[in-house]
């Protein structure tokens, strides 16, 4: 009898545990996800040509995604990351990269939608929180089919990040992962 109790008070613990972590994670990925995009629709409403957005992108992304992070506390951290990434601030590890490859072949065999997809990654040292993005329209103006660019875009896009890997996308595709780390 006891070590049934003391069996589901371990499994009743790591549930909110779990609970906690999914909680931290969808608070810091909101606050992040919700600070970018509405800063990109106003640039997007402040020039339909995508042109200023660009320059959001590259000169402010990083920066708002510190200040997001300096208002989470100790011990968690969020940032973008993807596959086919522009800037290199935004390169994936080892443990991402298997992430949204499995996130990919999901999606490619089609179990998936990447609206819907999210993944817990335990460490001995953290806990990693991996939401799948998906591209949306106005996505589409930088990181659309390059044959139908603006050429001013693409320009201006070639100039500021010369390796860039983050295009040919359409609509809906998977486009990377917001990831929330998490110390224990």
Known sequence: MKKIVVG????????????DVKETAKKSMMML???LKGELKAKFKEDPSGMAAIDYCSNQAQIITDEV????GEGVKVRRTALKYRNDANEPTIQDIEVMRNFQKQ??????SPKTMMKIVETDKKTYVY????????????HGDIAKM???ILGKI???FPYDRARNFALGNFRGAIVVEINK
């Open 131 to 142: 939401k799948a993005l998906a591209v949306g329209k106005p996505c589409l103006k930088c």
């Open 69 to 72: 992070n300096a208002k989470l």
């Open 33 to 35: 996800g919700s600070t």
């Open 8 to 19: 589901v008070l371990v499994v009743t613990s790591l549930a909110f545990a779990n609970q």
């Open 158 to 160: 070639d100039e500021r």
């Open 107 to 112: 999606i490619e065999v089609g179990k998936k």
């Open 150 to 152: 603006d050429k001013n």
